[in-house]
């Protein structure tokens, strides 16, 4: 009898996202009227600490973006984005000291103040 060796694949790199944050996302787009927009994050050179989250609407995509569904929206990650943000999740928080996405992010050595950078 002959074995056969398996060797698994590493892991793809994920971003995950709240249905808190995917119920505004949703509602966001529904005003924008346009079906063919999807959630763009990524990380761009600036702010106090080197890096800055980004997250747009989009309609073009690269043949090398990530794509993943969370309940009903589509979120797109570019691959050099995707370093910095493998493991992180989006969420979305409305309270007493404000409403807006947070990205917890496991990445991250230091952020600044506002939680808006990052390295």
Known sequence: MQSISITPRAAEPQVSM???AATKVTQLLESEGDQALFLRMGV???GCS???YEMFFDSERKDTDISREFF???LVVDPESMGMLNGAE???RDGLQGA???INNPNISRSCGCGDSFS
């Open 90 to 92: 989006i969420d979305y």
């Open 100 to 102: 807006g996405f947070a």
């Open 72 to 74: 009903g929206v589509e």
């Open 18 to 20: 709240t249905s808190a």
């Open 50 to 52: 080197g890096f800055s």
């Open 44 to 46: 761009k050179p600036g």
